[in-house]
């Protein structure tokens, strides 16, 4: 077992953060803490330096802690102007009321799909002390999650990072695109183009897995120039569906999440193309505009207060029994059909 450094040590640690970044142990402790505005280059430099120095405050006395604070921390990485933002809130609701049935609170923080975001607020939950953490990870390298294992519980939502062991709640991506494409091809379509967000997450990976999975099992080509993998945002899926338009001979679309979809039926309607007559249309995600299109568009559907109460209810048995196995938890999704395909 380490020795326990006494708070001097700890204050001589943050000195030396500060030397190496070239700041003020003052910016350091700020950036820990989030206590007070510093740029972004600045951040950077601090928290390059903490790597550096293999420094990892309040550890020590989060692990000294008598009693529970009853605090849980959640990360989700919604962008601006990005739909993800009410899928992620609505599971923050789903986790708060579970919470709240045994007197736990939850403090929400985004990382706004970055990774230095996340490393920073991490940082700022360790000092919070906080009991867990529950988080929708990032693009990126979360190596740095490692050291934390044994300290800090995690329980990540909706994506997993690869070589992590911790418990998770994900969806079952790859069965939910399968059905998708499956119902495209028992409709009559050949044809089916695909529009994904950046590969790299679990989501996106495995949605890309069932749309290939579900051509070759009906004996039908996976044609590389009919797949667009773009950031998930409003203009690339305008983009995306224009080049389609273009480029292909497709019928049908299916579309890796909510913000490219919305884009993608902004192209459509700009273009006068008929749908389903000229191209049939599934996407994802049940939010409330998919319905108020014309037509309402098929999609498919996530379990999201699902997502919210699992993940509070593995986190509070991992604080109750730290020693137990992770788990993963994967919950199915479904096809609402409407009028799109």
Not at 210 to 218: R, S, T
Request: glycine content about 6%; proline content about 4%; overall charge negative.
């Amino acid at each position: 077992m380490g020795t326990v450094k006494d708070g001097s040590n700890m204050r001589s640690k943050m000195k030396d953060v500060a030397q190496k970044a070239g700041v003020s142990t003052a910016t350091v402790s700020h950036v820990i803490n989030g206590t007070r505005y510093v740029s972004e280059n600045t951040k950077k430099k601090v928290y390059q330096a903490m790597r550096d120095l293999n420094y990892s405050p309040n550890f020590v006395a989060r692990s000294l802690r008598s009693s529970s604070s009853k605090t849980i921390g959640l990360i989700i990485p919604a962008k601006e102007m990005d739909t993800s933002g009410f899928f992620f809130m609505s599971i923050a609701h789903s986790i708060e009321k579970k919470l709240k049935e045994i007197g736990y609170q939850l403090i929400l923080s985004n990382s706004n799909e970055e990774i230095e975001n996340e490393i920073q607020q991490i940082n700022m939950f360790k000092n919070q002390m906080i009991d867990g953490l529950i988080m929708a990870p990032t693009y990126g390298d979360h190596s740095y999650l490692k050291e934390f294992e044994d300290q800090l519980p995690i329980v990540f939502i909706d994506r997993k990072p690869e070589g992590i062991d911790c418990d998770c709640v994900l969806v079952d991506n790859f069965k939910g695109t399968y059905e998708a494409m499956n119902h495209f091809i028992e409709k009559g379509h050949q044809k089916i183009g695909y529009i994904s967000g950046p590969l790299g997450l679990t989501t996106s990976d495995e949605r890309l897995r069932g749309y290939k999975h579900a051509l070759l099992e009906n004996n039908l080509q996976v044609d590389e120039s009919m797949i667009v993998i773009d950031e998930a945002s409003l203009e690339a899926g305008k983009n995306a569906m224009a080049f389609l338009l273009e480029q292909s001979k497709c019928t049908a679309v299916m579309i890796g999440n909510n913000i490219l979809t919305l884009g993608a039926v902004v192209t459509l309607n700009k273009s006068k193309i008929q749908v389903p007559e000229q191209m049939a249309v599934i996407g994802y995600d049940n939010y409330e505009w998919t319905e108020a299109t014309n037509p309402p568009l098929t999609i498919i559907k996530q379990p999201i207060h699902e997502i919210g109460e699992r993940a509070a209810e593995l986190l509070l048995a991992r604080l109750e029994n730290p020693q137990k196995e992770s788990s993963c938890v994967s919950l199915p999704s479904s096809l609402e059909i409407r009028s799109s395909c």
